[in-house]
């Protein structure tokens, strides 16, 4: 077998040398100094020289391999890397950063820096998929490069990336980074049918609705409701599989606590689930989008993107503005690109999958009629003198 320096050697060597060293360490006194002071005159390695530097190098790039596919955060692989020269020599090897798992790739909008787009974009081109979503991500709705974002999603999907697949659906129904016209309504029906079929949920959703309001598909309310229960059921199960108190009330034993909260989206069949806490199915790079737009509000992009005269009424309002459903993040790339709830005009969504779920889980309780608001100002101004009455009467008594 060849070392790092390049010497080959034999299991024979190798005890031989085990020897040597034992009869060293079992000297004592002045014999055993001068013994080890001859033998490293020798030649021979003894048992202060590291044997660290005699593993071969793919035995090294192995382990790095395992730790960073084990990984639980960036900060493993960076401290694992840390540790001496030679790991942070073959740490960045194509073999280590091809095997980075997801939430070793979850980069924080705080820590963005260019040593990080550096990192995620050493992952990419070794053909890791979570990253090159990642950064496609981040290039395309962050970064404002559209071309490369969607580049790299494009080949996260074609290996297979399901995440991959349903973020490109949804540009291609509302032709983002582009204009009204881009739009391919049968493009994203197709990649909503490849990512659900790989198992994720929203896109299951988006196709069932595509098919119930025959949006880029043939219409079929029967094939879209199928899709609807089946989503559901997927979710029903993963909620299942994540909460123990659940599987309590199933046995029979008491769970109080759970069968207080249940999410109002399984419920539309009869399935009752506790509802997930916040930020909990969210992706790395939905939590990044998040992250990213709390801190860099819209307006500027806004004002960039339509520096027409009267545009900072609209940038006041909100030029732009985020997916209403708050585990989304997507921004517009455009004015009035997502829909807007028919009823109040307030919330608007990406897709038809974070309307059904933001409708369900927050927004059924919040939204109220803008016809109710505008009969309540139209009565105001006619009867000047009610309005003030009814303002006298909820004024507190001195």
């Not at 401290?79 to 280590?96: D, P």
């Not at 004002?303 to 545009?311: I, K, L, N």
């Given at each position: ?21 034992r ?6 006194g002045?014999?055993?100094s ?6 490293a005159?020798g ?10 530097e ?7 790039v ?31 090897s194509?073999?280590?950063?091809a095997r980075?798992?997801p939430?070793?790739?979850a980069?924080?909008a ?16 070794a053909g ?6 990642l ?7 962050c970064?404002g ?5 969607a ?10 990336h399901?995440?991959?697949?349903y973020?490109?659906a ?6 983002s ?9 049968r493009?994203g ?6 990512a ?5 949920v929203?896109?299951?959703r988006?196709?069932g ?10 219409r079929?309310?029967l094939?879209?409701?199928?899709l ?13 599989a994540a909460s123990?108190s ?21 419920s539309?069949?009869?399935?009752h689930?506790?509802?997930p806490?916040a ?5 790395a790079?939905n ?23 009267g545009s900072a009424?609209?940038d006041?309002?909100?030029?732009l ?8 993040g997507?921004?517009?790339?455009r004015?009035?690109?997502f ?22 889980t ?14 309540n100002?139209?009565a105001?101004?006619?009867?000047p003198?009610a ?7 909820a004024?507190?008594a001195?």
């Amino acid at each position: 077998m060849r070392t790092r320096r390049g010497a080959c050697y034999s299991p024979a060597s190798c005890q031989d040398g085990r020897r040597k060293r034992r009869r060293i360490a079992g000297g004592g006194g002045g014999e055993g100094s001068a013994a080890a002071a001859a033998v490293a005159a020798g030649g021979v390695e003894g048992p202060a020289n590291d044997m660290f530097e005699e593993l071969p190098d793919d035995l090294v790039v192995s382990i790095l391999a395992d730790v960073a596919a084990s990984a639980g955060s960036p900060g493993d692989l960076a401290g694992a890397m840390l540790t001496c020269k030679r790991f942070r020599e073959l740490g960045q090897s194509k073999v280590v950063v091809a095997r980075a798992s997801p939430r070793c790739l979850a980069v924080r909008a705080k820590a963005w820096s260019d040593a990080a787009h550096r990192f995620l974009q050493r992952c990419a081109d070794a053909g890791n998929l979570d990253a090159c979503y990642l950064l496609g991500m981040i290039r395309f709705y962050c970064l404002g490069s559209r071309g490369s974002g969607a580049a790299l999603m494009a080949a996260a999907a074609v290996g297979g990336h399901r995440e991959a697949l349903y973020s490109l659906a949804v540009i291609q129904f509302n032709g983002s980074g582009g204009s009204k016209d881009d739009r391919d309504l049968r493009a994203g029906a197709a990649l909503c049918a490849r990512a659900a079929s790989l198992g994720h949920v929203d896109a299951l959703r988006e196709l069932g609705h595509c098919l119930q309001d025959g949006y880029g598909v043939r219409r079929s309310v029967l094939d879209g409701r199928r899709l609807l229960i089946q989503a559901n059921a997927r979710e029903l199960a993963a909620a299942v599989a994540a909460s123990a108190s659940l599987l309590r009330a199933a046995t029979g034993k008491p769970a109080a606590a759970a069968s207080r909260r249940h999410s109002c989206l399984l419920s539309d069949f009869g399935c009752h689930a506790a509802a997930p806490k916040a930020g909990a199915e969210a992706h790395a790079a939905n939590r990044f989008l998040v992250d990213w737009f709390v801190s860099r509000p819209l307006a500027a992009a806004a004002a960039a993107a339509a520096p027409t005269p009267g545009s900072a009424a609209e940038d006041e309002a909100g030029g732009l503005r985020l997916c209403s459903h708050a585990l989304c993040g997507r921004p517009e790339t455009r004015r009035h690109e997502f829909r807007r709830c028919s009823v109040c005009g307030v919330v608007n969504y990406c897709s038809r999958a974070c309307q059904a779920l933001h409708w369900k889980t927050a927004h059924k309780a919040e939204c109220t009629p803008m016809d109710r608001w505008l009969d309540n100002a139209a009565a105001g101004a006619a009867n000047p003198n009610a309005a003030a009455g009814d303002a006298a009467m909820a004024a507190p008594a001195p």
